[in-house]
Structures are given as C-alpha cells and as structure tokens.
C-alpha cells in the first residue's frame, strides 16, 4: 500500500467519525447550541478542552519552537499551562455559577452597560478571528503535504467537515467530536514519540528520556544535544536567557492570554455543577500535558536526530552528500519548508550557525563558505516519524493527528464567534424579542458565515500569520482576562471603571505591538525596527500583553475610586456569583 | 446568603487564603525556579542539565495539576462545611 493511500485511510477515517458524532448529537435548542444543554461530565468537558486548546500551533509549531530555541522557549510550555491555575481559580467556577452563555454577556450584566458588552465582543472577535487564521493555515499545509492535494482544495474540505458538525450539532456536536479528535491527537503526537525515545535512550516515556542517557555515547540526552550543536556554533541548548524581565512577563501574557480567550471559557459553562468546573479545569490540564510534557522530548530527540543525519560520522566528520539525503528531505523540499544552497560546491549539506561570529574561523577552517541548509520550524513534527525511519501508518497518524488539532480548535473558535454575533449582538443588542428558533437560525448563519471568511483567510493569510497569533493573546490578555476577574474579585470596580480599563489595556498594548510591527501590520510602518535594543526596557511587543492587563487593573482601579461605587443590585449579583449554591442549569435571560 | 452573612464572609475568606497559597506556588515554580531563581539552582543536577531547566520543561506543569486538583478537592469540602454547596 502506498504511503498517499495510508495517508488517505487514516484521514478519511477520522473524518467519517467526526460526521458520524455530529449526526448522532445534534442540536435542538439554543441551550444544545451554546452549551450542549450544560449537562458534560467533567472529564469529558476536560478532554474537549484539551482539543479545543491544543491548537495547530500546539501540535505542529510547538515542538520546533523549543528545539530551535532550547531552555529559552520554555516559555511556551509553563504559559500555555499556567494559564489553567488561573482559570481553574480566578474565573472558571464563578462563571459557570453566572450560568450564561457567553463571556460578553458576564461583562455586560456584571458591569450594567450594554457598551460594556460591545467592546467585549469586539474583543472577542478580533483574537479569535486572528487565532482562527492560524488553523485553517495549519490545516492547509497538513493537507498540501499529505494527502497531494492542492491547499485551498485542503480547506475547503476542512471547511466543509467542521460546517456539518459545527452548524449541525453547535456546542453539543463539538463537545463529542472534541473528544474524538483529542484521542485521535494525543496518539499521534506520542506513538512516534515513544519509537524515538526508545531508540535514543532506551526509555519508553519520553519525558523521562529527555533526562535518560543517551545510549549511543553513554553520557546523558541533553548533555549529548549541546555537545553536537555548540561544535556547530550553535547556542547551548540548555543556556541560561540573558534577559529575564521579557522572559517572565511573556511567560505571564501566555497563561493570562490563555485565561482571557473566550473559546476555552465557554467551555466551562456545558458542565452540569461549580464543582464540576474547577474539576475539569484540572482534567483539561491532565490532558493537555499528555502533549505538553512529551513535546520537550520530541523537540531535543528531534533536533539530535536531525543532526545526526546530517552528519552520519559524527559533527567532526564530513556532512551528508545531498545525492545521499534521505527521502523525507526530498518531499519537503518540494514543499518549500526545506532548502538547500551548495555554496562551496562540495555537494555536501553543510548546516552550521554562520551567525556566530567566533565560530566563522572554524568554519572557514573547514572549507565552508556559509550555511547551505534551512528547514522551517514547523516541519519538525510532522517530518519526525520520517526522520526516525519509523513505518508508514505512524506517518498516516501524524497527518490525521495534525488536522484533528487545527480543526477542533477552529471549531471552539468558530462557536465563540457565532455565539458573540447572535446572542450577544443581535439578542442582546438589535433585535432582543428574537424567539429561541430565530436566534438557532441566526447562531447558524453566523457560524456558516465566519467558517467561509475563516476559509478565505486560510486559503489566502495575510502576511503576518505569525504576529497576529501574538495580538490574540495581547487582546485577551489586556482586556478580558482583567475584566472577568475584577468582576469576580472586586466588588468596586463599576460601568465606566471597566469600560476604561479595557479600552487603556487594549490600547496601550495595540500601539505597542504596532510601533514594531507595523501600524495594523502594514509592512514598513512601523515606527522602530523590531530589535531588543529598541524595545522599551527590553519587552518584546510579544510579551507586553502583561504591562497592557496592570495598566487596566490601574486604570479601573483609578477610575472606579474616583466615580460612584455600583448599584446594590450589582454588589449582589457579585456576592451571588461567589456561592455556589442555586447554579442549575446555564439558563437564558 | 441571609442569615448566614457570618459564614458567607468566611467562606470567601477560606477561598481567599487558598487561592494566595496556591498562586505563591504557582509563580514560585514557574517565574521562581524555571526563571529568576535558576542560577542559584544551577549546582544541582538532573539529567544532563540542571533543575531550574527541569522546572521550565517539566516541573512547573506537573506542580500546575497539583495545584488544581488540590483546590478543587479542597474548595469542594469547604462548600459542603459552609453549607453552599449544589444539591
């Protein structure tokens, strides 16, 4: 059987599952269409999360990410997770004692004002909008790469499978098929990774391999890791971070971004007790570090692994011919995601950091005139089962796992998105005598409508695919993540407080994050180039969503103290919200 | 809540202190350890690397379910013990 064919089964078969959960959990009102009718046991609620969070950049990028950067992207793995302590703690189960059923809707009765309420939404459009890009790309390149089909047709087959289970069964055929493609990711994501760990150190877990000894050289993985690539000129994997003050406030913009994004709070409203959602948050993260304690072991095996191949008799011998490459270097370069430049015309691929200054002398030494390989981040995940050699249903497994994570996550996004619009904007807003059945249709049309433009989007990404991905945490770390929790914890806070905090919160960070990247990302407007010594006091524009939530503590703060405290009918729905007694179903207004 | 405002404002005090405890130990082993404090943790080692690089990739995670599932188990006995719990 040919590896397209595998590919095919695989694919194929989790989609037929996906359908077939949506045929069988559809939706009949708007409470299965929100909430799926609130009644999700716990662990359930906590794989679906685990879906519904792990994204494209969870499963694909993330692993690339820390072994292109070593100790220093760390970042990722302490953000994406501390975030669930927060939500766990500060917000989850008040919430879902305010039993309604979007996150637009806390802010806008919590703080008495229907403005209040509009800018939550916009808020919350513009991160998911962004965050929802990102899949439908990620999508895209899973699909171009395995299945030989052109990446728009990819899409729009994506886009055709969520619109059925998504627009047919709303939260509660999400819910179901969440916890389908949560299995069919976390398989994928460890099988291949438990054959490498096994081959490089003998462990069958790989979290406990990454700190195993590597069984080739006898000394221990990582210390075997900074051995090869510091001969490259490589920086030491296992390096210290010289500025710590950006390396702590971006680690704080990822687990409060990670609190503050809608489409995992929701998530929290479909179970049926308060108990119950300070349960799940737990089993959300028990599921989510399955992947997240295992992507570390595939980032540092795979990168050994790679260097490896490049040079077979080792960093101090001669480098792979290129006429000798394996097959896998082959396909992706077809992709584009690897390229290769003789530059001396040895016929060799010499892959070495010519950035290193010091290391120039070696390399010269060595009759190398510049670093002839490049490989994109991405790619190592994906490519791994190929790297290792391992057989072709493991790489069947990896292309499904890769969809299955990029298309669960678009749908809680897309949910997100069309319970803002048709609750929270055309009931909450335009037309509130809308009945239950109009506001079903309307939840429909606004899903049907924002998988065509996320589609779009997908099919044809604006330059910044990457920056934008940074905004949505900004967003949800400046302005929602503060809102919810100061209505929750501080009774003071009022209307015009709120409205306030988030707008100097959202602002503060948007100005920031534009002055480097470009004014709304329009290449070349930017005011300073996006270097570490421009930046103020050194905080990258993607770690400043921290400075943008303490403005908006300070500036709601300020303002509330200064103007009256809020009506008593407000000071109760707070003391409400903090007992959980009397919580029942999340109900409609 | 009336009648019972005396064990209302103790509940969401108990809340409280154990939501403080649990977030020390939640930035303790993420901006403690894995970041600020590594240096100082450099001489004990793990594995080919040191425990702050410990803390960073696996630590702070497997510290960050614990928390969780602590609060959880604990918040849910103390609804029961203020009698605020759902039926």
Redesign the interface.
Known sequence: MSQFVINLLFVGGSFALYIGIAIWARAGSTSDFYVAGGGVHPITNGAAIGADWMSAASFISMAGL?AAGG?AN?TF??GW??G??LL???LA?YLRKFGKFTVPEFIGDRFYSRNARFVAVACLIVASVTYVIGQMAGAGVAFSRFLEVDSTMGLIIAAIVIFIYAVLGGMKGITYTQVAQYCVLIIAYTIPAVFISLQLTGNPLP?LG???THVESG??????L?QVITELGFRDY?A??DN?LN??LF??SLMIGTAGLPHVIIRFFTVP???DA??S??WA??FI?LL??TA?AVASMARLNLMTTIYPDGVDGQAIEYDQRPQWIQEWEVTGLIQYEDKNNDGRIQFYNEGNAEFAEAAAARGWEGNEFTYNNDILVLANPEIANLPGWVIGLIAAGGLAAALSTAAGLLLAISSAVSHDLIKGGIKPDISEKGELLAARISMAVAIVLATYLGANPPGFAAQVVALAFGIAAASLFPALMMGIFFKRINNVGAISGMLAGLGATLVYIFIFLGWFFIPGTNNLANTPDNWLLGISPLSFGAVGAIINFAVAFAVSHATEEPPIEIQELV?SV??????GKSYDH | MSGHDYDAVNYWKANLRLIFGSLIVWALVSYGFAILLRPMLAGIPIGGTDLGFWFAQQGSILTFIALIFHYAWRMNRLDEKFDVHEE
């Open positions: 820390i100790y760390s793995l302490m997770t501390g669930y302590v766990a703690m500060l189960p979290p990454l700190f195993s000394i221990p993985l990582l210390e075997k900074d296992t210290d971070v710590k390396m702590v680690t704080l007790k308060v108990a300070r349960w948050a737990g993260l028990v570090a997240y304690l570390p003391e903090r007992y959980p007694r009397g919580a």
